[in-house]
């Protein structure tokens, strides 16, 4: 689907199945230099279970339009934009890496409309070594590489994917190097100067799961436990053999969490 905000037009899959209008609405948030493009298993998996997806495209990513943001902050404030936009009253806010905390401010921000939470590959703090961002400044390969060799786990290493022919690890540096000139390094930046998110966990109303891999070396689990302990009703999921790009090494895991996390708040 595409809507207006602020006059440029803005992005979000939807799954490519009809849903019914009251059901449940979920808003998937991607992460650095990153797109809706990674969930898109989940995605038509979420649609053909009756649940109304909504996985963004931010400003600059993907299909959609505009300058990327610089602050996680700025970030939550567009997806409260899109919200509004799209006539979404209340929904599930679900975001990976950046996009969890996103999800932590948006839901911090909106209160009651937000009836679920997952931060997938999430943490209190996410810095970005300089020299990282400087490679994704420069462009070209390095930053794309050092990012899919760091977020995946051991199994894509080898070349073992659930889906026939799928090669994960290939797909995950096409993509960040897909990213439009200067947004992966705006998006580093944003995570590397964001301090907040035990200040605006602590302001989360509604139920929170956090999803981990266990092999995790960009978000590890041990970095989740100070959101853990700040969020007032929070679970944790450690997805086994699993590094931080989740919903591409265990696909159908993270599908079936998200739709239990979509359609919680209605059973």
């Known amino acids: 689907m595409k809507i207006s905000i602020n006059g440029h037009n803005a992005h979000a899959a ?26 898109q298993l989940q995605s038509r998996y ?11 495209d931010l400003p600059a990513h993907g299909r959609s339009e505009g300058e990327a943001l610089e602050s ?9 934009a899109f919200m509004d936009a799209a006539g979404i009253d209340a929904a599930s806010v679900a975001g990976h890496s950046m996009g969890s905390l996103i999800s932590i401010e948006v839901a911090a921000k909106i209160g009651s409309r937000a009836t679920y ?20 400044e420069d462009g070209g390969r390095l930053a794309p590489g050092l990012i899919t060799d760091w977020g995946f786990g051991n199994l894509p290493h080898k070349g073992g994917h659930p889906q026939p022919g799928f090669w994960a690890m290939g797909a995950g540096e096409q993509l960040v190097r897909d990213a ?6 705006k998006d580093l930046i944003a995570c590397n100067a964001y301090k907040t998110a035990i200040e605006s966990a602590a302001n989360i109303s509604a139920p929170v799961h956090v999803i981990s891999g266990d092999e995790d070396k960009m978000t590890p ?6 959101l853990m302990d700040t969020i007032s009703n929070a679970t ?19 599908a079936k969490l998200l739709l239990e996390l979509a359609k919680h708040p209605l059973t």
């Open 221 to 226: 689990v041990k970095n989740a436990k100070p």
């Open 14 to 39: 939807t799954g490519g199945f009809p849903t019914a209008a009251d059901a449940p609405a979920l808003i998937l948030i991607h992460g650095a230099g990153m797109d809706a493009t990674v969930w």
């Open 72 to 80: 996680i902050s700025d970030m939550a404030d567009w997806i409260i």
């Open 46 to 56: 979420l649609a053909h279970r009756n649940v109304r997806v909504y996985a963004i």
């Open 117 to 136: 939470v997952g931060l997938l590959g999430s943490a209190a703090e996410m810095p970005v070594h300089p020299d990282l961002i400087k490679a994704a």
């Open 180 to 185: 439009a000139p200067g947004v992966l390094a």
């Open 236 to 254: 944790l999921t450690v997805l086994p053999q699993t590094g931080h790009m989740m919903m591409i090494e265990r696909p159908r895991e993270c």
